[in-house]
C-alpha cells in the first residue's frame, strides 16, 4: 500500500492514542522513542479499528509502553 493511501486511511480512522504521531512518521518526520512506540503499537493494532483494546501480546519488546494495556473491548451482545 502506498503512503498517501495509508495517510488516507488512518486520517479517517477513530481517534487514538498515536493517531497524529503515525501520521507524522508517514509524513516523514522523526519522532523521539516514547512517540515512536505509541506509533508503531497504533500501526501493529490496525489503527485501533476495533477500539481501545490491549494487544495481549506480553512477548513484544514493547508491551510494556502499550498504551491501553489490560483494556478490554466492552461484549456486544
Do not use: F, H
Request: aromatic share 10%.
Amino acid at each position: 500500500m502506498d503512503i498517501k493511501r495509508r495517510l488516507e486511511i488512518v486520517k479517517n480512522a477513530p481517534k487514538m492514542k498515536g493517531q497524529s504521531l503515525y501520521i507524522k512518521y508517514l509524513q516523514g518526520d522523526r519522532l523521539p522513542a516514547s512517540q515512536a512506540i505509541l506509533c508503531k503499537c497504533y500501526g501493529c493494532m490496525g489503527y485501533y479499528a476495533d477500539g481501545k483494546q490491549d494487544c495481549k501480546m506480553p512477548d513484544c519488546s514493547l508491551y510494556p509502553w502499550m498504551p491501553y494495556k489490560g483494556m478490554t473491548a466492552p461484549v456486544r451482545e
